[in-house]
């Protein structure tokens, strides 16, 4: 990463784009890589991809760091965090932490609100009803059973959605 880095500021620097050396002051203004900017799916693609070799050497930790960092450089851009918290929340789900998925992906209905996405509030409030349900937390089950209830009514959702949504519900 440094090393792509100190690469992309050292074209950016023989091109022109950045001066050679600061002149008069004693650091120089570097513009923001381009692998930071959220609002290009290239960007969370490369972000992700990080993440997938970080899993393929173990290295869970830092999969979790990436997709952390992905999720609030695009939320606080007002990009949609969807994908790269449903990934979080399948790496819970696969290291046996499936409460943990739970809540990411309560987190991920949160965002699904926040950025007026009704098909994703809808798919994560169900998977998180069904883990919660798995674990005997009937309490959390029952409320996000009762937060999908208005979105199964809703026409934001498309039918066949409604349909493969509501053929998953345990309680009703």
């Known amino acids: ?16 784009d950045l001066p050679a050396r600061p002149t008069n002051a004693t ?16 960007s969370a693609s490369m972000m992700h991809r990080q993440a997938e070799r970080l899993l ?3 290295n869970v930790s830092g999969a979790r760091t990436v997709y952390r ?18 990934a979080l929340a399948s790496l819970e789900f696969a290291r046996n932490r499936e409460l943990r998925a739970a809540e990411v992906l309560d987190e991920v209905a949160a ?3 926040r950025h007026g996405r009704p098909d994703w509030q809808a798919r994560a409030v169900l998977e998180a009803g ?3 349900q798995t674990h005997g937390r009937t309490d959390l089950s029952v409320a996000r059973y009762q937060a999908l209830k208005p979105l199964l009514a809703s026409p ?16 009703r």
Not at 1 to 16: D, H, N
Not at 69 to 86: H, K, Y
């Open 27 to 42: 650091f120089a203004v570097v513009p923001r890589p381009a692998l930071l900017h959220p609002d290009t799916s290239s």
């Open 111 to 113: 965002a699904a609100v």
């Open 56 to 58: 393929s050497i173990g």
């Open 69 to 86: 960092t992905m999720i609030a450089v695009q939320d606080s851009a007002g990009v949609f965090p969807g994908e790269a918290l449903w």
């Open 156 to 171: 934001a959702l498309s039918d066949s959605l409604r349909a493969q949504l509501a053929s998953r519900v345990v309680m």
């Open 1 to 16: 990463m440094i090393q792509r880095l100190v690469l992309l500021f050292a074209s950016a620097a023989l091109r022109g």
């Open 130 to 132: 069904l883990i919660y």
